[in-house]
């Protein structure tokens, strides 16, 4: 094995839930991703995959599009008969967009899963997600700020951040920016190495600055880049602070709160398809000025 500076993350997917383009959505970003002549390239919905020795990985979010992500990507495909180098699928929140992906991961293959315990209880609440053979599928409760291992030689915590329940929970109007175990981020800690991946993220805290502060890399919800960006496009009703997400521009916005922080590589993902940075032009310029890279399918960082 590879020593654990060498750690490697991949974004399987930089898209929010629907991606891009999104199958019923003929806004600008969506109709310019269907035409190949565009600057701007189809992304799947948001995954990330970690290694320390390009062999074994553990997989962030279980994206719908994950067989596309696999196929996407060598490293995660089978390397002989009935195999994967996939050992583990950790949960950041039971969003639909982050579950629905382990249900194509049911073809009898051994691998492990992570999530607190109210993201298992949606799991096992739910039939359907019987077809992952217990025997060979081990779910695995982690509480807050507990520490475990999703490869060998590979330490992350789980920690709560600003959020809400899952849109098939919510049952009317839900609390906003309760912190618990529906939405968590991801601390990853290899050697000297500490690495974020928080998808989803109401507000920024003075506790989780604290947290992610002189990082040497964060992937955050980069979701909407104005607040009422879906509302102005006429593609939905709320704001991304109803639905859990903080925005990238504006006041309380994660741009200027996070370049504060010191933090060596700043990626955005999880980016709903409407946001302008999806485009070249000067939403993406902005946050390319200021430090921030905007996350694609693909996309390959070293530490």
């Known amino acids: ?69 696999i196929q996407n990507n060598r490293p995660l495909q089978p390397r002989h008969l009935r195999h994967t180098p996939i050992k583990s699928v950790v949960l950041t929140n039971g969003d639909i967009d982050h579950l629905a992906g382990l249900l194509v991961l049911r073809e009898k293959q051994a691998f492990a899963v992570f999530a607190t315990g109210a993201v298992s209880r949606i799991i096992a609440d739910n039939p359907v997600f019987g077809v992952l053979d217990p025997d060979l599928v081990s779910r695995k409760n982690i509480a807050i700020e507990e520490p475990f291992s999703p490869l060998p030689g590979l330490e992350a915590r789980l920690f709560a951040v600003p959020g809400k329940v899952p849109l098939f929970l919510e049952g009317g109007e839900p609390d906003l920016n309760i912190e618990g175990e529906n939405t968590v981020g991801i601390e990853l800690r290899a050697g ?38 879906m509302i102005a496009a006429g593609t939905g009703r709320k704001t991304g602070r109803r639905m859990g997400h903080m925005p990238i521009a504006g006041d309380g916005g994660s741009l200027d709160a996070l370049a504060a922080l010191n933090i060596h590589r700043k990626v955005y993902v999880h980016i709903n398809n409407t946001n302008p940075i999806w485009r070249p032009g000067s939403e993406r310029v902005y946050v390319e000025s200021r430090g921030f890279d905007v996350g694609f399918d693909g996309m390959e960082v070293h530490l």
Not at 47 to 63: K, P, Q
Not at 203 to 228: E, H, I, K, P, S
Request: charged share 20%.
């Open 1 to 69: 094995m590879k020593e654990a500076s060498d750690l490697r993350l991949i974004v399987l997917g930089a898209a929010a839930g629907g991606g891009l383009p999104q199958w019923n959505c003929g806004c600008l970003n969506c109709t310019m991703a269907r035409d190949p002549a565009s600057a701007v390239r189809p992304q799947t919905q948001s995954s990330l995959a970690v290694s320390l020795d390009g062999e074994a990985w553990a997989v962030f979010n279980a994206s719908p599009d994950i067989r596309q992500q």
């Open 192 to 229: 000297t190495r500490r690495v974020y991946y928080i998808p989803g993220c109401g507000m920024l805290t003075d506790v989780l600055a604290a947290r992610l502060r002189d990082a040497d890399a964060l992937f955050f919800d980069g979701t909407l880049f104005n607040d009422d960006e």
